[in-house]
Structure formats: structure tokens, C-alpha cells
């Protein structure tokens, strides 16, 4: 019977060399079948997974094939089966940028040739036949590499057929020699390139500490200045952070102007919101005269460094009414056909002192696009390797996809954090389009159930590509439960926050316990959004010294660095969270057992995870109190009991010794 | 500052319409990120969900895009917004074809613009300025389509930002008009077209019983022919069957020819095993002269047909050494440099009555693939449409990807049967690239936890590719279990086929509960693939009422012809194993209790799922017993107890009938 017409070429859907003869699938990590990169660190391994398989009983061989994005050539990895035809490998990250990789697989016919012929020997069967394969295998491998040509006059000087001459082939030191150099059979290649983007260190472990600058004067009459920012460096150093990050930096519109506490008129003397960015001194490329010139500015970045802090600024596309832009762009706004321009809203809510780009407009894409991209590189120019970003759900997702991609190619150490509150498929893709750290749920995450189920939510395919810093407060979140909770609920607060995330920060006053509302609201009272405060650093009852300590522990132990590492431990007391935080390889391992409840004393009885160092139930490990520093004690025993008092412990931080072994 | 020589034209990476603006992902059904179809029957309603969302408060709207493969145009299907961004719609599969499908989704700037105005209306705001904008909007939307003119000229009419234009504008018969017409904002389209294969409903619905035509004399000293054959075709009509199974009917070679009970040696008048397919009289697409001729092939399928039973055959890729296939395209073959030809083995194991095609041969691509695929037709011109394929897995996967698309090509309706017993993976990617039936593990799990654990793997993602037969036994599979039984593990077995599978099996004999093995191994004694047997069809203790019973029971209740939905029962006894086969709209419900243990009573309390009918536990509910006809019964309340004796009642199988709402 011929083909009928509709039949297909069968030129169009094979090759004729066999490719995908040897099945690659379901290779791990993928995410979204390959189109969203997956996150990891520059120095980390990669691991690599796959199913790989193919009909009959040849042995198969397999690599990762990877390079870095400014690569031109593949390099290689070998990868090892494990069991149940799935193989792994692993390759090492040794840059901050992106990296592609894939797999490779054939089927190995010299290795099939000598297992085949070894089995049938061993059975005790005529190989003649199977001899002179071998040796016709070995000519096709010698074509292909001159260095076989010694083996081949070895296997040649023996007799045709004899054992001789196969003892000769499959010789050990040849097999491997002609393995190398023949030919891959039904090389078969995985169809997609994956990405990982190794980011630096500090995408996922950072200590971030948020001020006004505007207050640094401490005096509310007078507007804080970039010196008086630099003479807090010691203060914000002290407490151990290595990020202090600002919210924005430029000149405040007048048109629209909120006053304090978001009151719609401004009074005379009022600052206005931080927000309103944009006025007759600039835009956002510009700095708000009162703080300082351009060269402040450098002077701060440099005397930062010099504290171990660096600068993270503010990155918020909306517009005052008075941003220059308005009149030298207004292609870039959204004016209705009355000639108004449409300000911020959601209705029936309006935000009067500002005004939204509209990235689709004829006329501003793609000049406002680059545009918005300069702003950045101006900053990154300036050294700012850090932009916190305003909002950007309200923005397209492909501009930041653009934008970020764009940046990084220049700056790859530019890192963008997600200031996102909104659906969780939103969070989750700012992270997919590149975001490489995220704000979080974490101050509406209180209880033991809330925080085990979202750590571990967190810890699971989510962590492939977004990463949390769990900030305690921020100038937009005055915490509900904090509003009650006293002291102990700052201690307990930025206890997990610093030991759950490998990013963790919080904005000036928390340190300070201060809480007092809006009342009502999840707002500060007298928010310095809209005024300049002065505090009394030294207030009774702050917890820099407990802030302190967290962050010390954080630098000295790898386990509190990471978010993905959390460990939950069986604790009979629905208000006692305890987790152990621990690194793989079980070098270093926190313990960390905390009262949720702010006022009352709890005691619990709670497991120490010996079998993690495979420890019997009943052994004793030797422990260190990260709090308060002393000789190490032992613990008797998986079950321990404690007593957590708000007063006095509301938290308890261990970091266990495993004997060596 | 100007953009770095390194930076990319955004032009390269967006489209200035906003393309992916509306994010579109985790779409469902998608496997393998679109790599692999999924199956569903002609007749099917297919849901697909997608996540869909977009910045800002904008309304969106979304549809299901599709068509069948040979129809040019995009068929549409609205979708609807369920919760936390996640869409949903559905379309029917009206044929038996391939069907593309993929998502569009859109910002509705019309939509969004009467909720916001609304909105400010309700609250009291002055919207002279979006009247405007309205009145805009629906120009733009007329100049688009004529039939708004009415409706523009109805807006225009009144006084310009009046109430009543306002009125006119948002009045609903309007807004729907305005809506369909106007442009679809930042129109995204996902960026897969997903494929979905509707097959024929016997790809999952149907009962097999396979037979050797050679033992149909009844005779063991006469080969049967096709005639013999027609003879019994009231007897498999008889027990309900509707696909009729024969293994390999072509000529059979002489050389290497095995004995009976596999032995190396053929004595004189020994007929050979099937599967050594090939001699003088011909190869694939020959009938073994001592069946009949083609005509007589011809007539059996007529007649088979008349019985309501399609014929499946086997088609089984080896040859045997006498196949005319070895002379006339030596190129297809397998030769060692001493021209010996390779037979087919697993080292040490030979198979020395069959050699295999090499489908990579130089010369054998793509000749032999043509040469097979046309067998297929060849046979499928003769009014076959189901291929039983002989192990598939020893074959490369490309070959069967192109084979089964292009024979559905031309024959959609055609069927292929994996006939793997394989490792897992195996036996997911054959039904992956296109196998739409499959063998399966049913008849090695056979305790409680293997088939509960088994039933619920293919009923999950497995499912959507994999379609099981769950054969009770195959004329290389006498199951141990079975051999010392007794009938009532006959019963049990095909009780357990036939109503967790849409697709079941059985090889001739098991309805005579036939079990004598090959000492100690999972062979038949005296096995038709080596030999002519003859069987007394009336044996005393066979089981053709049961069959009779299961295969009408399956016709009946629709809730036995699909294999994902066993919803399995709490029962207290661990030999035994209860569950429901349901029906989604709740119209039909089965429930089946097994007596595991072949040899002893077994007394257990089990539950019947009132819950799934909205019944409280104490409810009663009308029962019919499938197996004893006669009136319903009536149960009372969720916990019932039964006694299961292997001598009387091994199995109940009851369907349920709610209370009509």
C-alpha cells in the first residue's frame, strides 16, 4: 500500500540520526516548563535532576550541559543514575549572572557492547562473532581519535576471535579510552535551555534597617539633612544591619500637598508625602534640596561603606502634579478629553498628590520606558545597588521584566525588592519576572499555625524564585498586635523574622517599641510619611541590644541565612513556635523556641532534633545560648521542657553542638 | 544618561500593544509545559482553568480559544472568574480528532470604565470629566462597528456630562453592546497551543476477550481456521464482550522454530510460536495459510461485527528468521562484520526463533518505517482498528510517535494497545507520545494497599495520558495468585478488572478458571502460543455467568465505564476492599465490596458514601444487587456489615439509587 496524501513526510517530524531515541523528561528545576528562571546564589551547586531513558537494554550515559549567559561554549557535568531511571548531576555557580543549562544523553554503545559480551561470556557462550563487532567498533572509535590508534594495534596483534584478543578489548583502561572517543549514540539533547540566576549574597540574606532621613536632625523643626544621616551610620551599624535603606530621596510637589497624617491639606511648614515625588528642583533624578546636593549624597554612600551599610533607595514611579515631566511628557500621562489629567485612584478613593504614568500611551512607549530605565542607572551609577519598589503590581509586569533584565545586564548586583501587598498569584509573579526579593505576609502571619504553614509555603516551589524579607514593620504597617503586645512582642517579632528569613529589616522605631497608632488603623500616629519626627534613641525599654544579638547570630551562623531551612519541632503548647534552622550538611544548626503569646508565661515541653545528627532519643548534645553568652551546657535527652515568661525570655535561641563524629 | 552599548532595543523584547500585560499562567490541562497532549473522548466537555490577572484595577475577560486540527479558525469559549485569580471554561469535543486549545485574555476598558464611574457616582463624585471620556470610548468602539451608531447617536443626543447622557451611556443593553464591540485592551494570548486528543469511546470503554484462532477446531490435532472462529462468535457475545483479541495470525517460520512449553527443539508437526512471524507464505500483511484466506478474514470481521465485537490484532514487529523481509531488505537488519545475523536477546538469554528489525540502520531509515507503518494500514484498510503492540518498549520511542499520528491520520478511530510491562517510566512515556491503552501492573497488585495505591496513581496525573486495560490474565501471565485460588479468585479478579477499568480483559480460558502453570513460574502449562489446545467451553465451576453479569452491569452504569472515579470506602477489614464508582453529576453510583482473601470468609463493616448525595449518616438508601436481580433493598444509615464467602458471594456489587431530589 502507498502512503495516501495526507500522510507526512517522515523527513518532517524525525531526524534521522535518532535524536530523542533516549527519553529526557521531567527535569528538575523547572519551573513552568522552563519558562520562568529558577534563583539561587553565586556559589551555590546546582543540582540537577531528570528522567532519562530508552527502549531496550543498552547503557545509557548522560551530562548537564551548562554555561554561563556570556559564554559562548557548553560546559559539562556528568550526571549519575540514582534509581528508577532518574539521574542527577550538579554544576557550580561561580558568577553573579545568569547561567543556561540543559541535559544531554546517549546511549553508550562500546560500554553496551562490553557489558553484552561480558555477560555472555560469563554464561559461558561462543563469542566469536560478538569479538569481531568489538573490533569493528574499536576501528570506528580509532577514526575519530587518533590516541586509540596504540589500543587497536594491541587488540590487532592478538588472533582474530580469540580470548586473547578479547581480553585486549575490554581491558579496563581501554574500555574507558574508547568510551571517551566513540561515537554518542542517539545523542539526544532535553528541548529547552533552563536559566538559573545566581544572584549575590545579599538577594537572600541581608539585615535591613529603613529611615527618613528628613528626621535625622532630631529636631522635628528642622529638616534632617545626608550628614545627618551619616552621623546615625554608628547608631544603624551598631545594631549590626548592613542595609539602610531610605524612602525617596527627591524633591516633594506642592500642588495637592497632603498634610499630617494624610490629611488632605497641607498646612504651612508641612513636608508633605515622600511620595509626591517630583517639583520645580526635579525629578526623580533629582535629590530634595533640604537633604543635600548630589555630593552629600556620594559622601553618604561612601561613609555607609565604610559602616558596613549599604544604600537602598526608593524606587516610586508616580508623579506630584508639579514633577517636571508633566509639562515636558505629558505624551506619558493619562489625560481624559476635557484636558484634566487623571490622578491617582481607586475609586471612590483618590490619591489628589499624585499622578500615574501610563505606560501604553501612544507616545510613551517606549520613550517613557527608558526614561524610567535612566532613573535607575542614574542611581546605580551613583553606587545604589539596592531599589526597593514602590507598588509595582500597579505597574505592567512586562516593564519590569524589561526593566530589571536591562539593568542587571550592566549592574548585575542591582537587586529590586518587591514592595507588594496584594493577591498571592501577583506576588508570586513580580518574583517569577525577575524581582529578586520580595515583601511578604509575614506581619499578618502571628499565630503558630499561620507562621508554620507559610514558612512552609515559602520553603516549597515558591522559594525557587521568590525570596522573602520579612520586614516587622514598615512606615505603611503599624502592626495590629504589636499595638498591644509591649515589649515582648518586639522581641518575639524580630525573633522570627531574623531567624525564619535569610532577609529580614525593619523601619526606625521599631527598636524603640514604638506602636502607637492611628487609632483604629494599621497606621502609625503622626506617621513620618507626612512629618518630620525626632526620637529619643535611647528610650527606655528599646531592644537594640536584642536587635543586636539576632544579628550578630545571623552573621556568625550559616543556617539563620537562608529561608528555605526551617525545621518545625513537635512543641505541646499551642503558643510556643519552635523550629530548628539547619544546614544541610547538619554543620550548623539553630534552635529557636518562642512564646507567641506577649503576656502571659508559657511552658512546654519540646523535642530537640537529635536524629538529625542521627542521635538516639536519649543522648545528650552539648548547646550555646545565642542570647546570653556563656559556657556551653548539655542537653539530656530529645524532650526538653522550658519556661518562656514575656518579662523576661519570651524567647529562647540555641545553637546545638553535635558531637563530632 | 544615555543607554550602554550593552543594553537591548526594547523593541527586541516587547510588543508596543502590551502583549502580556494580562498574565496568563498555570494552565489546566497542561503536561510537561505543553509538551504532552492530553486524551479525553469525542463527546467530552473539556474544563480548562487558567490563572489570570493584570496591574491595577482594570475588569478582565477571558476566553478558551480552539479547534479541532483541521478546521482553520479559533473557535471561542467564555471563561468566568471563580477566586484568588484562578478562570474557568469549558468546550466540547464533538469528534474523534486532535483539538488545539490555548487562552485569551484582556483588559475590558469599557467594562472597567462604567464600574469606575459608577463607582464615583455612588459616592457622590462629579464625573463630567469621565462622561467625557465615555462618550470618547464609544466613538472609538462605533468607528470599530456600525451597529453602535444607533446607540452614539442615542449618547449624543444629550446634554453634554449630563445625568441623562451619563444614563444613556451605562444603561445596560448598551454597555453589553459597547463591550463586544470595542477593542480588547493589552490582548494577550498564552504562549502555548495545547493539545488534547479526542479519541473514540473504546479507547475507555471496552471488554476484551482474546482467543488463538488456531484452537478454535476445537480439536488439538485440527488448526483451527477463521471459520472455526465465526463459530464462537456467539459465545463471546454471549459473556457481553465487544473487542475480540486474537495474537498474531500471520505465517510462522520453520527455522529455530520453538516446541511446546517454549522448549528449543520443534517436534515434527509442532506448530510454532505465534510471534515468530515470517515464512515462505509471508510476512505482516499474510495470513497464516492453514486460518484461511484473506476473504475469510474478510468475512470474520463482517460477522464479528454482526456479533457487536470489533477485532483487535496483534502487531508484533519481530521476525522470524524465515521472514521474506531477511532476503529482500537485508538493510533493515542487524548483521555482525561475520555476517551473522543478530537474534533478538537479552544477554545471556536468546531468542533464536525471531530477529529484530534495527529502525537506525543505515538503509533501514526511513524504508523499514514506511514498510511497517503500511502494514498497519494495510490492516486498518480490512476494517481492523484496534493494534494490540507487542512490546513496545523494546522499539524507539520516535517510531511509535510517528506511526500512531500518522495511522490516525488517515484512520482516527484506529487504537493502539501498549503492550509494555515495563518500568514506570516506560510505560508513561509510550502512552505520552501517542499509545491510547496500555497494559498495566493489575495483575501483580493484589492486597488492599497495592490496588487502592494503584487505582489512585493512574486515577491522578497518570490519567490524563495513560488509559489502563486492566487484563486479568494474557497468555504470557497465568497470575501465581490465581493458581492455587480456586474460582473464587477468578471471581474476585475479573470483579475488580472489570469495574475499577473502563477497559478490561480476559485470555480464553480464565472463564474456565483454567490456572495448571508451568511448574513454579508465571506461565500457562501447555500454552497456545507454542501450541493448538482444545477446551470444554462448558467446564464444570467456569464462571461465564459472572463475566456475563460484570460486562452488562458495565453497559448499564456509566460509572463503570471510566477508571478515575473509584472513590474507595472505609472498610474495617483489611482483606477486604470496598469502594464506589461515581459519576460526577451523581446520576449513577456502584458499589463494589471484595473478599480479597480467596479462602476464607471475611465479615466486615463498611461505608456507603451517603455523604456524597447529601445525605446524613443516618439516612436510608435504595440499593439494587447487580449480581442477584430482584427488587431494590433498602440500607439504613452510612455503616453497614456483610459477610463476603468464597464460596457463595466473593463480591456484592450494589448500585445505589439517592432519593430524586
Chains 1, 2 share one sequence.
Not at 511648614?269 to 535629590?287: E, F, L, M, P, R
Request: glycine share 6%.
Amino acid at each position: 500500500m502507498n502512503a495516501r496524501p495526507t500522510l507526512t513526510s517522515i523527513e518532517e517530524m524525525l531526524e534521522p540520526d535518532g535524536t530523542g531515541r533516549v527519553v529526557i523528561e521531567n527535569v528538575w528545576p523547572e519551573l513552568d516548563g522552563g519558562r520562568t528562571p529558577v534563583k539561587r546564589l553565586a556559589g551555590d551547586e546546582v543540582e540537577v535532576w531528570a528522567d532519562i531513558f530508552s527502549d531496550g537494554h543498552d547503557i545509557l550515559r548522560a551530562e548537564i550541559i551548562f554555561r554561563a549567559e556570556d559564554e559562548p561554549d557548553w560546559r559539562r557535568a556528568p550526571m549519575t543514575f540514582l534509581d528508577n531511571d532518574r539521574w542527577k548531576g550538579s554544576f557550580k555557580l561561580e558568577r553573579n549572572i545568569r547561567y543556561l543549562y540543559t541535559v544531554e544523553a546517549w546511549r553508550d554503545v562500546w560500554g553496551s557492547w562490553v557489558n553484552e559480551v561480558q555477560k555472555k561470556k560469563a554464561a559461558g557462550q561462543i563469542v566469536t562473532s560478538e569479538i569481531a563487532e568489538g573490533v569493528a567498533l574499536l576501528e570506528k572509535a580509532s577514526e575519530r581519535n587518533d590516541s586509540l590508534a596504540s589500543v587497536l594495534g594491541e587488540v590487532q596483534a592478538q588472533e582474530t576471535g580469540s580470548d586473547e584478543q578479547l581480553g585486549a578489548l575490554i581491558d579496563p583502561f581501554h574500555v574507558k579510552a574508547v568510551q571517551d572517543a566513540a561515537q554518542r549514540g542517539n545523542l539526544s539533547r532535553y528541548d529547552r535551555e533552563l536559566v538559573v540566576i545566581a544572584d549575590r549574597t545579599a538577594a537572600r540574606f541581608s539585615s535591613w534597617y529603613e529611615l527618613f532621613p528628613r528626621s535625622m536632625s532630631d529636631d522635628p523643626a528642622r529638616h534632617g539633612t545626608f550628614d545627618d544621616v551619616i552621623k546615625k551610620l554608628p547608631y544603624v551599624q551598631g545594631m549590626g544591619f548592613d542595609v539602610l535603606y531610605f524612602p525617596p530621596i527627591h524633591p516633594i510637589g506642592m500642588k495637592n500637598r497632603k498634610g499630617r497624617n494624610n490629611s488632605l491639606k497641607a498646612e504651612r511648614g508641612d513636608v508633605g508625602s515622600v511620595y509626591a515625588i517630583g517639583s520645580d528642583a526635579g525629578g526623580h533624578d533629582a535629590i530634595h534640596p533640604d537633604l543635600g546636593t548630589i555630593e552629600d549624597f556620594r559622601r553618604l554612600v561612601t561613609a555607609a561603606k565604610q559602616h558596613g551599610l549599604e544604600i537602598a533607595l526608593d524606587f516610586a514611579i508616580q508623579c506630584s502634579p508639579d514633577h517636571p515631566w508633566i509639562k515636558e511628557h505629558p505624551e506619558w500621562f493619562d489625560w481624559r478629553p476635557d484636558g484634566t489629567l487623571k490622578y491617582a485612584e481607586n475609586p471612590p478613593k483618590k490619591y489628589e498628590d499624585i499622578v500615574n504614568v501610563d505606560f501604553y500611551n501612544r507616545g510613551a512607549f517606549p520613550s517613557l520606558w527608558y526614561a524610567l530605565r535612566d532613573v535607575v542607572l542614574f542611581w546605580a551609577n551613583e553606587g545604589v545597588r539596592i531599589f526597593r519598589v514602590d507598588n509595582p503590581h500597579t505597574k505592567p509586569l512586562p516593564f519590569w521584566k524589561w526593566l530589571i533584565r536591562e539593568v542587571n545586564r550592566t549592574y548585575p548586583d542591582v537587586i529590586f525588592l518587591a514592595e507588594a501587598f496584594t493577591r498571592p498569584k501577583m506576588m508570586r509573579a513580580l518574583a517569577k519576572i525577575g524581582f529578586q526579593q520580595s515583601y511578604t505576609y509575614f506581619t499578618w502571619r502571628n499565630t503558630k499555625a499561620e507562621l508554620t504553614s507559610y514558612v512552609t509555603e515559602l520553603a516549597g516551589d515558591l522559594g525557587e524564585v521568590y525570596r522573602p524579607n520579612f520586614f516587622v514593620n514598615t512606615p505603611d504597617i503599624n502592626p495590629i498586635p504589636l499595638q498591644t503586645a509591649g515589649r515582648a512582642g518586639f522581641i518575639v517579632r524580630s525573633t522570627l523574622a531574623a531567624t525564619l528569613s535569610g532577609a529580614w529589616g525593619l523601619y526606625s522605631g521599631f527598636e524603640l517599641c514604638e506602636a502607637k497608632p492611628l487609632p483604629g488603623k494599621e497606621e502609625y500616629l503622626d506617621s513620618e510619611k507626612y512629618e518630620i519626627r525626632a526620637w529619643d534613641w535611647d528610650r527606655p525599654g528599646n531592644i537594640r541590644s536584642h536587635i543586636t544579638a539576632l544579628n550578630k547570630m545571623r552573621r556568625d551562623n550559616a543556617a539563620l541565612q537562608d529561608f528555605r531551612n526551617a525545621l518545625f519541632l513537635n512543641a505541646w503548647n499551642d503558643n510556643v513556635l519552635a523550629y530548628a534552622k539547619l544546614m544541610p550538611e547538619r554543620d550548623n544548626c539553630v534552635v529557636v523556641i518562642v512564646n507567641l503569646d506577649p503576656h502571659n508565661r508559657q511552658d512546654t515541653s519540646f523535642e530537640i532534633p537529635l536524629w538529625e545528627f542521627g542521635l538516639p532519643d536519649h543522648a545528650t548534645i552539648e548547646a550555646q545560648d545565642l542570647l546570653r553568652p556563656g559556657s556551653p551546657f548539655t542537653l539530656h535527652g530529645k524532650v526538653q521542657t522550658v519556661a518562656l515568661d514575656p518579662a523576661t525570655n519570651p524567647v529562647l535561641i540555641w545553637r546545638l553542638i553535635p558531637p563530632r563524629p
